[in-house]
């Protein structure tokens, strides 16, 4: 059974960090690009980052370029989301999610698997 699980999300004053991680099993993952989502309350699920499964290759939503930084471990099975200077904006929940593709992809029907999401409240 594939799962995707969160961890690492919290309350954090605006100026704050956090760093989500997220830990893939059931399958292998080492082939696959692995990315990030959010979802505000009222809003639709927007790309945050992603990476291959190289690493070679990232991209970041404008919003967070600059501030948050994706990874993955050196099993390729986890990645990260390290994230810096929180704006109450960033505040959601937030979806690790892995995609079958070579290449890096955005958008969210590109992705085959999905966690359950992990809550991050920015304070002002």
């Known amino acids: 059974q594939v799962q995707l699980v969160e961890s690492g999300g919290g309350l954090v004053q605006a100026g704050g960090s956090l760093r989500l991680s997220c830990a893939a099993s059931g399958r292998t993952f080492s082939r696959d690009t692995m990315g990030w989502f959010r979802q505000a309350p009222g809003k639709e699920r927007e790309f945050v980052a992603a990476t291959s499964w190289s690493g070679g ?63 991050v409240t920015v304070s002002s």
């Open 57 to 119: 290759s990232i991209y970041y939503a404008d919003s967070v370029k600059g501030r948050f930084t994706i990874s993955r471990g050196n099993a390729k099975n986890t990645v990260y989301l390290q994230m810096n200077s929180l704006k109450p904006e960033d505040t959601a929940v937030y979806y690790c999610a892995a995609a079958a593709a070579e290449g890096v992809v955005v958008a969210t029907d590109e992705y085959d698997y999905w966690g359950q999401g992990t809550q």
